[in-house]
């Protein structure tokens, strides 16, 4: 079945700086990507999303990357605030077919430093 | 509208015991998940349904049953709970496969 691999499971930036996240997965016919964010105490909410047709999208200060051939994707957050700090989970749709299923990775911690 | 709503919030258990976590939406969403969230080991699914009357094991199914008779409704059963169930649990549902989730809020269970 599919596998997420998600990395780094820590990061810690400076405010205003940038921060990337990268996650790998394994199985080619996984089609959509979503990353959510999940503040303390609370359930993960969909930030931003892509499905594998496209290869860049951008809301605001935040961005999703996808390399099919590569089999990973990324989430760029541009001009970081403290509000960001805030662990980002990655997923991959169920390549199996209509499940609705998603496979999460490990999870990264975000530390924002004002 | 309110969602997914997820009930208790909070709860104790002692080891054997069983009992049932609930699960509402009200957006009408065919596909419906429970996930566990252990530290280190991100979202693990435990069983998922694809509409009323329809379920399915995920990763992590063993000492937990569901069923599903209403659009709206997944409610998770612990049947005889272990202290390795101890975790924070998530409902989750979405309009069609291939977009995202909406979550509940969660709830943490311990296990004694």
């Known amino acids: 079945g599919e596998n997420v691999e998600q990395h780094p499971s820590t990061l810690s930036v400076q405010e205003g700086d940038s921060a990337v996240i990268k996650c790998t997965y394994s199985d080619s016919a996984s089609n959509y990507f979503p990353w959510y964010k999940q503040e303390l105490g609370k359930g993960p909410q969909l930030i931003i999303d892509i499905r594998s047709n496209v290869g860049e999208k951008k809301d605001q200060r935040i961005a999703v990357t996808l390399n099919k051939t590569a089999k990973h994707f990324s989430l760029h957050i541009t001009e970081t605030q403290p509000e960001d700090s805030a662990v980002y989970f990655c997923a991959a749709s169920d390549p199996s077919g209509n499940t609705g299923k998603l496979i999460f990775g490990q999870g990264t911690t975000l530390q924002v430093k004002p | ?112």
Not at chain 2, 21 to 35: I, K, T, V
Not at chain 2, 92 to 112: H, I, K, P, Q
Request: charged share 15%; proline share 4%; net charge neutral.
């Open chain 2, 1 to 112: 509208n309110a969602g997914v709503t997820q009930t208790p919030k909070f709860q104790v258990l002692k080891t054997g015991q069983s009992m049932t976590l609930q699960c509402a939406q009200d957006m009408n969403h065919e596909y419906m998940s429970w996930y566990r969230q252990d530290p280190g080991m991100g979202l693990r699914l435990i069983h998922y349904s694809v509409g009323a009357g329809i379920t399915d094991q995920g990763e992590v199914p063993n000492g937990y049953n569901v069923s599903r008779s209403t659009t709206e409704d997944f409610p998770l059963r612990l049947l005889s709970a272990a202290p390795s169930q101890t975790s924070v649990y998530f409902c989750a549902s979405s309009y069609e496969t291939g977009t995202g989730y909406t979550f509940g809020s969660g709830t943490r269970l311990t296990v004694v």
